[in-house]
């Protein structure tokens, strides 16, 4: 699926959607794109769409961010899910990733993971995620191609 987006606010729409759609899901979303290619301002809106009401800011330093107990969880899950905002900027090695505990939260059958820069940690992706593409077209508009969409459907 390719999609163009003619601002930041259709970004954030879109990711939003997709969070709705996601929902109760759990699900790794891995994305890929230049510094400004519209990767955080996506998961703005995913995190909103998964019912989040905190600000949601990139977690370039700390490298991830948890938000537990999402809102719009339904009871069919043991727990409430958490989401997982995973910013790999700054890692320079898997090993860095490994520490982070990344294959823990891989194997969580309840979390909602959203990985930018997860070209730097290929090798312990997981096969079942969807990948996200993001690439800059003018200062408004972005192309957005998502590649095994149809993996939304495996939890359904």
């Known amino acids: 699926m390719e999609i163009i ?19 109760n899901k759990p699900k790794i979303l891995c994305l890929y794109g230049d510094l400004g290619s519209g990767k955080t301002t996506f998961i703005q809106g995913l995190a909103k769409g998964l019912g989040i009401k905190k600000r949601v800011i990139s977690p370039t330093f700390v490298f991830m961010k948890q938000y537990k ?12 899910p958490s989401f997982y905002h995973v910013d790999l900027y700054r890692i320079n090695k898997v090993k860095e990733a490994r520490d982070l505990g990344l294959q823990e939260i891989f194997e969580d059958k309840e979390a909602i993971v959203a ?5 730097k940690i290929k090798e312990i992706l997981p096969k079942k995620r969807i990948d996200i593409y993001f690439d800059y077209i003018s200062e408004n508009q972005r192309k957005i191609r998502i590649k095994n969409e149809a993996l939304f459907q495996d939890y359904k």
Request: with cysteine; net charge negative; proline share 6%.
């Open 5 to 23: 987006t003619q601002s930041a606010l259709e970004t954030q729409k879109l990711g939003e959607k997709i969070g709705r759609d996601l929902k």
């Open 69 to 80: 107990n999402l809102p719009s969880a339904e009871p069919c899950f043991s727990n409430k």
């Open 115 to 119: 990985i930018e820069w997860a070209e």
